[in-house]
């Protein structure tokens, strides 16, 4: 966990079951100690934590009091209930209020499949039902079940056994070549041998002269911040009156450690060339072994472009792209935060329009409302006036005749402006939808730019810099183990 970069995304879940015994409240097994240190710091790099027990009574109420979200079932005792309420009082210290007594009595309710999901990112919790429970863990195996696993391979073993005994007890050594040596030859004391591992039975072996060099080749190059060092070993056939052929040498996982200092019993030797025995010739095999080095090693390296980043010496395509997943991840939930963040006053205008618009409208139904009882009422009077008045026609009634008329008249307008405030608040959402609609495909189009799984990455080589940044560790005759003309150290 901590050799990974912090980040603000998820990158991976560790899921334990039964944590009981790990996280004891008062006993310290090795394992507490980084329990609690993961629920305190996994989350800044990206790793989540899902533990599971059934009786939270047994665990630490510090490792409790870092937990972020919990998944809450029926509880058999009163001591795991308070518990459980010390921890989630805990985490609410900082922030909300905690209504302990109103979750104590919303758990003492819990059902069968019936769960409290508390998160303390939010307001308030949520009460659920699972659908359904499905779990493919049958328990241990009994005694008998194990018996009747085993008996197939208890009886199949002794017959391998008995078969590859009399292939061994027929095995015999090939005959000797002419011009073999019973033993390796005499060299000058300032020269020193030694012997590939053998790999198999010691009958038969005939070792070959060969030149082991092993040497450490440094790539360099500030500008990528690339400081890496290769170990690199190579094994060249030594043959008469020709020098050893690095370029065609042949790239082996053996070390300095890795040779052995003797040789099989009853093996063969090769003859040796006469330039293997003078101490001279090494010097100028050193020579042409590192300038072989400085000319054909290369570090490969893998480049995003959408990204920039280059894949570290040695990792893996697979590894650098999941390294890739969590830079993209991250880079994409900070751009999608900034695109928000430039979204949010266009949206928080168009929302307080949108206030302003309903309470122009409410303000014009309600004056539209006011206007029709007075048109109405007016209009009323008018045709009481003319019905009972003394007069069939007289000014006041023609003069309310009128009023009622332009009352009339005002209740079209007011029905005019309401409507157009409706239109408005309609114009203003279609308008706040369509700016939703366009900051999501954003958005999406920004999450679908960044996909390390299927981007095209790039192959950079970087070759070292100067010949002296190829150190030779090591450079020895060497006696390579043959059998049947095929090598039988590897």
């Given amino acids: 966990m901590r050799s990974r970069p912090g980040t603000t995304s998820l990158r991976a879940i560790l899921c334990m079951d039964e944590v009981f015994g790990y996280m004891p409240p008062v006993a310290e097994p090795p394992s507490k100690r ?49 518990r459980l ?27 069968n499949r019936v769960f409290l999901l508390h998160n303390v990112h939010e307001d308030a919790p949520v009460v659920f039902q699972s659908r359904w429970a499905m779990s493919y863990l049958r328990g ?29 007890a027929t095995a015999t050594a090939p005959a000797a070549p002419d011009g073999l040596a019973a033993t390796p030859p005499v060299l000058p004391p300032e020269l020193a041998q030694s012997y590939l591992p053998l790999r198999g039975r010691p009958e038969g072996v005939i070792y070959a002269p060969v030149l082991f060099g092993a040497a450490t080749v440094h790539f360099l190059d500030d500008k990528k911040g690339i400081d890496h060092a ?14 050893p052929d690095w370029y065609a040498a042949e790239a082996v996982e053996l070390g300095k450690d890795d040779l052995e200092a003797e040789p099989a019993a009853a093996a063969r030797f090769a003859a040796l060339p006469d330039e293997a025995a003078r101490a001279k010739s090494y010097a100028a095999w050193k020579k042409q072994f590192e300038e072989a080095l400085f000319r054909t090693r290369t570090c490969a ?105 332009r009352s009339a008249g005002r209740t079209l307008q007011e029905r005019q402006d309401v409507t157009q405030a409706a239109e408005t608040v309609e114009a203003l959402n279609q308008q706040l939808t369509a700016l939703n609609v366009e900051a999501e495909s954003e958005a999406v189009a920004l999450q679908a730019r960044f996909d390390p799984q299927k981007e095209q990455l790039e192959t950079l080589s970087l070759k070292p810099r100067k010949k002296a940044d190829v150190e030779t560790r090591l450079l020895t005759l060497a006696w390579a183990p043959q059998r049947d003309g095929a090598a039988a150290w590897k």
């Fill in 230 to 243: 290769e170990e690199v070993a190579l094994v060249a056939p030594l043959a008469a009156g020709s020098a």
């Fill in 34 to 82: 980084p329990m609690l240190t993961l629920l305190k710091q996994a989350r800044a790099f990206g790793l989540g934590l899902v533990l599971a027990t059934q009786n939270p009574v047994d665990l630490d109420y510090k490792g409790l009091s870092n937990v972020g979200t919990w998944l809450l079932g029926r509880l058999q005792t009163d001591r795991d209930k308070q």
């Fill in 301 to 405: 390296l893998l480049r995003s472009p959408s990204l920039g980043a280059l894949s570290q010496p040695g990792e893996s395509e697979r590894d650098f792209r999941i390294r890739l997943g969590d830079q993209a991840r991250q880079q994409r939930d900070e751009q999608v935060a900034e695109l928000r963040k430039s979204y949010a006053p266009r949206l928080a205008q168009l929302q307080e329009r949108i206030r302003r618009a309903e309470q122009e409208r409410e303000k014009q139904q309600a004056q539209a409302s006011q206007q029709m009882w007075s048109t109405a009422l007016s209009a009323g009077t008018a045709v009481l006036g003319a019905l009972f008045g003394r007069k069939t026609l007289s000014v006041t009634t023609i003069s309310k005749a009128g009023t009622a008329m």
């Fill in 85 to 111: 309420l010390d921890g989630l009082e805990g985490v609410a210290a900082g922030g909300a209020k905690f209504d302990r007594a109103g979750m104590e009595q919303t758990l003492a309710g819990l059902g």
């Fill in 140 to 168: 241990p195996l009994t005694r008998p079940e194990i018996k009747r696993l085993m008996d197939p391979l208890k009886q199949t073993a002794p017959r391998a056994a008995t078969a590859v005994q009399p292939a061994a």
